[in-house]
């Protein structure tokens, strides 16, 4: 971590810019995140879709080239490291980890990296516009085996907590983890891997547990779930203290939901996304960026460890059409405001806990990206470079 840094900006990394086997089974042969996005089209007036790449081109992660590139453009906008979307299915199924093993392989790029597993199940709803008629194909089931699984997916990783460029926060490697409520034996999990790294010769290992910080969700001292009717929008304080119990480290906090509730008003927001269950196919609901953006930060994300994200762009209509929002005036200049808002959270953390996520280097299927575009080029990796380095 550089001493000129304001923060420690670390990016979500998706590896699904290459054919596999699975894509080509349901989507047809050498389906990639591009397909969807070279094919998208406007909604309405003045839509930015398609979304095209400018410097990288549409490009195969496959290409040591295109990953060194990343990395370049990463590193001088002041982002520390990139996590990858790791995927580990149980029972040794992984899918899209070719780029993160050529990267751990290689040696190359020398850039900082960490891993996020994205513990959900892959289905065709991912990639299609759907409603409660359509029928729904399992792709690969999350499943959770149990011991002998754990510690055959540490095994796996461990080479990677060893590696040098591997992120680490008060000396141990980070893991985090997509989804803290569905896996009931996370708390057991969680016990399992640091003492494997304990005798594997590492300080231990610090999780992160992704959250929305309106979750309505908790986990009781059974492992079993509790759901409110009611997100709590004034305090994240009960969310945050539920997942730390487990046994996580610290939350990513995820306040897309906060804000479009207190933008939107709390029971119209809810009742459109109930709507939208039944009606698929109405017109997206339109956010105006710089308005909804105000209200991402929930009062305790300021706490040591809880480590907030920014959101540059959202768009996932190539991915699913009219079935979820659009935001409009996703700026540079308004991911600026945006940015600051973030910086002057974490400003009064120890350094080491100046934590920032990205959310994301290339989600270019969601319109969550920074890489350069045709539209605004390298707009919003300076706005990154002139907050955190200028």
């Known amino acids: 971590m550089s001493n000129s840094t304001k923060a420690r900006v670390i990016a979500y990394y998706l590896p699904q810019f290459y054919p596999i086997p699975e894509n080509d089974k349901f989507w047809g042969k050498g389906f990639t995140e591009w397909t969807n996005v070279a094919k998208a089209k406007p909604l309405f007036r003045n839509h930015n879709q398609p979304r095209v790449p400018a410097d990288l081109g549409f490009y195969?992660?496959?290409?040591?080239?295109?990953?060194?590139?990343?990395?370049?453009?990463?590193?001088?906008a002041g982002i520390e490291g990139f996590c990858y979307w790791h995927y580990w299915f149980g029972n040794g199924k992984r899918l899209l980890?070719?780029?993160?093993?050529?990267?751990?392989?290689?040696g190359k790029p020398d850039f900082p990296?960490?891993?996020?597993?994205?513990?959900?199940?892959?289905?065709?709803?991912?990639?299609?516009?759907?409603?409660?008629?359509?029928?729904?194909?399992?792709i690969a089931e999350q499943t959770y085996p149990g011991d002998e699984d754990y510690i055959n997916h540490f095994n796996y990783v461990l080479k990677a907590f060893k590696d040098r460029r591997y992120i680490t926060v008060d000396g141990k490697p980070v893991f985090a983890i997509f989804d803290p409520y569905k896996f009931q034996d996370v708390k057991h999990f969680i016990e399992l891997w640091r003492r494997l790294a304990e005798e594997n010769g590492l300080k231990g290992i610090y999780f992160i547990a992704l959250a929305n910080?309106?979750?309505?969700?908790?986990?009781?001292?059974?492992?079993?779930?509790?759901k409110n009717i009611m997100p709590d929008l004034k305090s994240s304080k009960n969310v945050y203290e539920n997942i730390l119990s487990i046994g996580f480290?610290?939350?990513?906090?995820?306040?897309?939901l906060r804000s479009e509730m207190i933008y939107?008003?709390?029971?119209?927001?809810?009742?459109?996304?109930?709507?939208?269950?039944?009606?698929?196919?109405?017109?997206?609901?339109?956010?105006k960026y710089e308005k909804s953006i105000k209200y991402f930060f929930a009062p305790e994300d300021k706490w040591e460890n809880i480590f907030p994200t920014v959101l540059p762009q959202w768009d996932k209509s190539p991915r699913v059409g009219t079935c979820d929002d659009v935001y409009i005036n996703a700026t540079p200049e308004n991911f600026r405001k945006h940015l600051v808002d973030a910086l002057n959270i974490v400003s009064e953390k120890q350094d080491e806990h100046k934590i920032i996520f990205l959310r994301s280097w290339n989600e270019w299927g969601e319109g969550n990206y920074i890489e350069?575009?045709?539209?605004?080029?390298?707009?919003?990796l300076d706005v990154l470079h002139d907050e955190l380095l200028g």
Request: charged share 30%.
């Open 213 to 226: 910080n309106t979750s309505t969700i908790r986990r009781r001292e059974d492992g079993s779930l509790e």
């Open 97 to 106: 980890d070719r780029p993160f093993d050529e990267v751990l392989n290689s």
């Open 249 to 256: 480290d610290a939350v990513n906090s995820f306040g897309k």
């Open 372 to 380: 350069p575009d045709l539209k605004y080029g390298h707009g919003f």
């Open 264 to 287: 939107t008003g709390k029971y119209r927001r809810l009742a459109q996304k109930k709507l939208r269950e039944f009606f698929p196919f109405m017109k997206p609901n339109v956010f």
């Open 60 to 76: 195969d992660l496959r290409l040591p080239e295109v990953r060194e590139a990343q990395a370049e453009l990463a590193r001088k």
């Open 113 to 138: 990296f960490c891993l996020c597993w994205a513990n959900h199940d892959w289905t065709t709803k991912t990639w299609q516009q759907a409603d409660r008629k359509t029928t729904v194909t399992m």
